[in-house]
Protein backbone atom coordinates (compact mmCIF):
# COMPACT_ATOMS: atom_id res chain seq x y z
CA UNK A 1 0.00 0.00 0.00
CA UNK A 2 1.04 3.35 -0.75
CA UNK A 3 0.59 6.88 0.47
CA UNK A 4 -1.22 8.98 -1.27
CA UNK A 5 -2.73 12.29 -0.18
CA UNK A 6 -3.39 13.76 -3.80
CA UNK A 7 -6.93 15.37 -2.71
CA UNK A 8 -5.89 16.80 0.04
CA UNK A 9 -4.31 20.43 1.10
CA UNK A 10 -1.45 20.85 3.75
CA UNK A 11 0.23 23.65 5.98
CA UNK A 12 3.74 23.44 6.84
CA UNK A 13 4.57 26.33 9.28
CA UNK A 14 8.71 26.94 9.02
CA UNK A 15 8.63 24.98 5.86
CA UNK A 16 11.47 27.16 4.19
CA UNK A 17 14.34 25.41 5.36
CA UNK A 18 15.77 22.26 7.74
CA UNK A 19 13.40 19.98 8.93
CA UNK A 20 10.27 21.89 8.00
CA UNK A 21 11.17 21.74 4.22
CA UNK A 22 11.60 17.81 4.59
CA UNK A 23 8.49 17.54 5.24
CA UNK A 24 6.92 20.07 2.66
CA UNK A 25 8.76 17.96 0.48
CA UNK A 26 7.73 14.29 1.65
CA UNK A 27 3.97 16.15 1.52
CA UNK A 28 3.97 16.90 -2.20
CA UNK A 29 5.79 13.87 -3.09
CA UNK A 30 2.50 11.81 -1.76
CA UNK A 31 0.88 14.69 -3.61
CA UNK A 32 -0.28 16.86 -1.34
CA UNK A 33 -0.46 20.77 -2.34
CA UNK A 34 1.62 22.86 0.31
CA UNK A 35 1.46 25.78 1.85
CA UNK A 36 4.59 26.85 3.06
CA UNK A 37 5.13 29.27 5.65
CA UNK A 38 8.05 31.24 7.19
CA UNK A 39 8.47 35.19 8.64
CA UNK A 40 10.82 35.32 5.28
CA UNK A 41 7.70 35.23 2.58
CA UNK A 42 10.51 35.00 -0.31
CA UNK A 43 12.16 32.22 1.08
CA UNK A 44 8.73 30.51 1.92
CA UNK A 45 8.45 30.96 -1.83
CA UNK A 46 11.42 29.85 -3.27
CA UNK A 47 11.09 26.59 -0.56
CA UNK A 48 7.56 26.28 -2.29
CA UNK A 49 8.80 26.67 -6.06
CA UNK A 50 12.02 23.52 -4.98
CA UNK A 51 8.66 21.20 -3.94
CA UNK A 52 7.90 21.02 -7.82
CA UNK A 53 4.50 20.36 -9.93
CA UNK A 54 3.25 23.65 -8.87
CA UNK A 55 2.27 21.84 -5.36
CA UNK A 56 3.64 24.71 -3.28
CA UNK A 57 3.04 28.21 -2.41
CA UNK A 58 4.59 30.12 -0.06
CA UNK A 59 3.44 32.56 2.80
CA UNK A 60 4.95 35.31 4.93
CA UNK A 61 3.98 34.92 8.70
CA UNK A 62 5.19 35.19 11.53
CA UNK A 63 3.43 32.12 14.06
CA UNK A 64 3.28 34.34 16.87
CA UNK A 65 1.19 37.38 15.64
CA UNK A 66 -1.87 37.01 15.39
CA UNK A 67 -3.16 39.06 13.36
CA UNK A 68 -0.67 37.28 10.22
CA UNK A 69 -1.74 34.30 11.25
CA UNK A 70 -5.68 34.89 10.70
CA UNK A 71 -4.32 36.22 7.23
CA UNK A 72 -2.72 33.81 6.49
CA UNK A 73 -5.04 30.68 7.18
CA UNK A 74 -7.23 32.40 4.65
CA UNK A 75 -5.42 33.38 2.31
CA UNK A 76 -4.54 29.46 2.34
CA UNK A 77 -7.89 28.33 2.97
CA UNK A 78 -9.07 30.83 -0.55
CA UNK A 79 -6.50 29.53 -2.78
CA UNK A 80 -6.75 25.60 -1.96
CA UNK A 81 -9.76 26.09 -0.59
CA UNK A 82 -8.95 24.12 2.59
CA UNK A 83 -6.55 22.80 5.06
CA UNK A 84 -6.27 19.20 5.88
CA UNK A 85 -3.51 18.45 7.23
CA UNK A 86 -1.46 21.18 9.60
CA UNK A 87 2.30 20.81 10.52
CA UNK A 88 3.15 23.30 13.68
CA UNK A 89 6.75 22.81 13.12
CA UNK A 90 8.20 26.38 13.29
CA UNK A 91 10.44 26.62 16.09
CA UNK A 92 13.60 28.57 17.57
CA UNK A 93 16.15 28.23 20.35
CA UNK A 94 17.73 30.66 22.87
CA UNK A 95 20.33 28.54 24.72
CA UNK A 96 21.15 29.70 28.19
CA UNK A 97 22.14 28.70 31.76
CA UNK A 98 18.94 29.73 33.67
CA UNK A 99 20.20 32.70 35.34
CA UNK A 100 21.83 34.01 31.85
CA UNK A 101 18.18 33.53 30.18
CA UNK A 102 16.44 36.98 29.54
CA UNK A 103 12.94 37.64 29.59
CA UNK A 104 13.09 38.67 26.18
CA UNK A 105 14.73 35.52 24.87
CA UNK A 106 12.27 32.90 27.26
CA UNK A 107 9.31 35.01 25.57
CA UNK A 108 11.08 34.50 22.10
CA UNK A 109 11.41 30.29 22.45
CA UNK A 110 7.48 30.14 24.53
CA UNK A 111 6.03 32.49 21.48
CA UNK A 112 7.42 30.95 19.07
CA UNK A 113 7.43 27.17 19.98
CA UNK A 114 4.51 27.16 21.75
CA UNK A 115 1.76 30.30 21.55
CA UNK A 116 2.84 29.86 17.40
CA UNK A 117 1.30 26.34 17.51
CA UNK A 118 -1.37 27.30 19.38
CA UNK A 119 -2.94 30.12 17.12
CA UNK A 120 -2.43 28.51 14.03
CA UNK A 121 -4.14 25.38 15.44
CA UNK A 122 -6.71 27.52 16.51
CA UNK A 123 -7.59 29.10 13.06
CA UNK A 124 -6.36 26.22 10.80
CA UNK A 125 -8.69 23.72 12.66
CA UNK A 126 -11.90 25.30 12.16
CA UNK A 127 -12.63 23.76 8.53
CA UNK A 128 -11.43 20.60 9.50
CA UNK A 129 -14.33 19.79 12.35
CA UNK A 130 -16.77 21.56 9.71
CA UNK A 131 -15.39 18.95 7.51
CA UNK A 132 -15.14 15.77 9.68
CA UNK A 133 -11.38 15.52 8.69
CA UNK A 134 -8.00 16.85 9.77
CA UNK A 135 -4.80 15.88 11.16
CA UNK A 136 -2.89 18.37 13.48
CA UNK A 137 1.17 17.14 14.00
CA UNK A 138 3.07 19.09 16.48
CA UNK A 139 6.98 19.06 16.23
CA UNK A 140 8.42 18.80 19.59
CA UNK A 141 11.55 17.58 20.65
CA UNK A 142 13.26 14.53 22.83
CA UNK A 143 14.25 17.33 25.09
CA UNK A 144 10.33 18.24 25.83
CA UNK A 145 10.54 14.56 27.44
CA UNK A 146 14.29 14.46 29.20
CA UNK A 147 14.98 17.82 30.15
CA UNK A 148 18.43 19.58 29.44
CA UNK A 149 20.57 22.20 30.70
CA UNK A 150 21.07 25.23 29.34
CA UNK A 151 17.66 24.80 27.32
CA UNK A 152 15.17 25.72 30.37
CA UNK A 153 12.86 28.08 27.84
CA UNK A 154 13.36 25.70 25.09
CA UNK A 155 12.19 22.74 26.79
CA UNK A 156 9.22 24.00 28.66
CA UNK A 157 8.12 25.10 25.40
CA UNK A 158 8.18 21.51 24.03
CA UNK A 159 7.17 19.74 27.04
CA UNK A 160 4.06 22.68 26.94
CA UNK A 161 3.68 21.55 22.90
CA UNK A 162 3.08 17.98 24.34
CA UNK A 163 0.79 18.68 26.70
CA UNK A 164 -1.06 20.77 24.02
CA UNK A 165 -1.30 18.09 21.94
CA UNK A 166 -2.80 15.66 23.89
CA UNK A 167 -5.94 18.40 24.84
CA UNK A 168 -6.22 19.41 21.56
CA UNK A 169 -6.20 15.68 20.84
CA UNK A 170 -9.61 14.83 23.38
CA UNK A 171 -11.45 18.13 22.04
CA UNK A 172 -10.96 17.35 18.47
CA UNK A 173 -11.49 13.35 18.43
CA UNK A 174 -15.78 13.15 17.91
CA UNK A 175 -15.16 15.42 15.37
CA UNK A 176 -12.48 13.26 13.24
CA UNK A 177 -9.28 15.65 14.17
CA UNK A 178 -6.44 13.55 14.95
CA UNK A 179 -3.77 15.01 16.72
CA UNK A 180 -0.21 14.23 17.36
CA UNK A 181 3.14 14.80 17.85
CA UNK A 182 6.33 13.77 16.87
CA UNK A 183 9.52 14.51 19.32
CA UNK A 184 12.85 14.24 16.95
CA UNK A 185 16.15 13.78 18.84
CA UNK A 186 19.35 15.66 16.95
CA UNK A 187 18.55 16.58 13.25
CA UNK A 188 21.72 17.90 11.33
CA UNK A 189 19.70 21.75 10.64
CA UNK A 190 20.95 25.04 10.57
CA UNK A 191 19.31 25.03 14.27
CA UNK A 192 22.04 22.00 15.21
CA UNK A 193 24.88 23.43 13.43
CA UNK A 194 25.08 26.07 15.99
CA UNK A 195 26.29 23.67 17.95
CA UNK A 196 30.34 23.35 18.64
CA UNK A 197 31.70 20.27 16.42
CA UNK A 198 33.28 19.00 19.82
CA UNK A 199 29.52 18.99 21.84
CA UNK A 200 27.96 17.52 17.91
CA UNK A 201 30.77 14.63 18.42
CA UNK A 202 29.50 13.63 22.21
CA UNK A 203 26.25 13.75 20.92
CA UNK A 204 26.50 11.47 18.31
CA UNK A 205 28.25 9.13 20.35
CA UNK A 206 25.13 9.06 22.67
CA UNK A 207 22.96 7.78 19.51
CA UNK A 208 22.48 3.94 19.91
CA UNK A 209 22.33 4.51 15.79
CA UNK A 210 25.53 6.11 15.85
CA UNK A 211 24.45 9.10 13.27
CA UNK A 212 22.59 12.36 13.16
CA UNK A 213 18.88 12.28 12.19
CA UNK A 214 18.27 14.17 8.62
CA UNK A 215 15.05 15.94 7.96
CA UNK A 216 13.45 13.01 5.97
CA UNK A 217 13.69 10.65 9.14
CA UNK A 218 11.13 13.07 10.83
CA UNK A 219 9.55 13.62 7.66
CA UNK A 220 8.55 10.06 7.19
CA UNK A 221 7.27 10.05 10.58
CA UNK A 222 4.66 13.35 9.58
CA UNK A 223 3.50 11.42 6.36
CA UNK A 224 2.99 8.64 8.19
CA UNK A 225 0.88 10.13 11.04
CA UNK A 226 -0.83 12.26 8.16
CA UNK A 227 -2.00 9.08 6.20
CA UNK A 228 -4.48 6.81 6.33
CA UNK A 229 -2.45 4.69 8.11
CA UNK A 230 -2.74 6.23 11.10
CA UNK A 231 -6.57 6.96 11.17
CA UNK A 232 -6.85 5.12 15.06
CA UNK A 233 -4.04 7.59 16.32
CA UNK A 234 -4.58 10.24 18.32
CA UNK A 235 -2.90 12.08 21.06
CA UNK A 236 0.06 10.16 20.90
CA UNK A 237 4.09 10.84 20.97
CA UNK A 238 6.33 9.38 18.00
CA UNK A 239 9.82 9.95 18.90
CA UNK A 240 12.29 9.48 16.07
CA UNK A 241 15.60 10.18 17.82
CA UNK A 242 17.94 6.62 16.86
CA UNK A 243 17.87 5.89 19.96
CA UNK A 244 18.79 8.17 21.78
CA UNK A 245 16.12 8.83 24.75
CA UNK A 246 15.51 5.44 25.93
P1 LIG B 1 15.50 25.73 11.41
O1 LIG B 1 16.04 26.84 12.25
O2 LIG B 1 16.39 25.10 10.40
O3 LIG B 1 14.16 26.23 10.66
C1 LIG B 1 13.18 26.91 11.39
C2 LIG B 1 12.02 27.27 10.47
O4 LIG B 1 11.02 27.93 11.24
C3 LIG B 1 12.41 28.21 9.36
O5 LIG B 1 11.64 27.92 8.20
C4 LIG B 1 12.02 29.60 9.91
O6 LIG B 1 11.78 30.49 8.84
C5 LIG B 1 10.74 29.22 10.68
N1 LIG B 1 10.40 30.13 11.76
C6 LIG B 1 11.13 30.46 12.85
N2 LIG B 1 10.47 31.33 13.63
C7 LIG B 1 9.27 31.54 13.02
C8 LIG B 1 8.13 32.34 13.32
N3 LIG B 1 8.08 33.12 14.41
N4 LIG B 1 7.08 32.32 12.46
C9 LIG B 1 7.10 31.55 11.34
N5 LIG B 1 8.14 30.76 11.01
C10 LIG B 1 9.21 30.78 11.84
O7 LIG B 1 14.93 24.64 12.45
P2 LIG B 1 14.83 23.04 12.36
O8 LIG B 1 14.42 22.64 11.01
O9 LIG B 1 16.03 22.45 12.96
O10 LIG B 1 13.65 22.77 13.40
C11 LIG B 1 12.30 22.64 13.01
C12 LIG B 1 11.47 22.21 14.21
O11 LIG B 1 11.98 20.97 14.71
C13 LIG B 1 11.52 23.20 15.37
O12 LIG B 1 10.26 23.24 16.02
C14 LIG B 1 12.55 22.59 16.30
O13 LIG B 1 12.36 22.98 17.64
C15 LIG B 1 12.27 21.11 16.09
N6 LIG B 1 13.37 20.24 16.46
C16 LIG B 1 14.58 20.32 15.82
C17 LIG B 1 15.60 19.48 16.18
C18 LIG B 1 16.93 19.50 15.50
O14 LIG B 1 17.80 18.72 15.94
N7 LIG B 1 17.15 20.29 14.47
C19 LIG B 1 15.43 18.49 17.26
C20 LIG B 1 14.13 18.48 17.84
C21 LIG B 1 13.15 19.32 17.45
P3 LIG B 1 12.01 32.12 9.04
O15 LIG B 1 13.34 32.29 9.71
O16 LIG B 1 11.91 32.70 7.66
O17 LIG B 1 10.87 32.53 9.90
Known amino acids: MKIDLSDKVALVTGGSRGIGFSIAQALAGAGANVAVLGRDGAKAAEAAQALGNGRGRGYGCDVTQVAQVERVVAAVEQEFDRIDVLVNNAGTTRDNLLFRISEADWNTVLD ?135
Do not use: C
Open 112 to 246: TNLKGAFLVTKHAARGMIKRRWGRIINIASVVGISGNKGQTNYTASKAGLIGFTKSVSKELASRNVLVNAVAPGFIDTELTRRISPEARDALIKAIPLGRLGQGQDVAAAVLFLASDFASYITGQLLVVDGGMVL
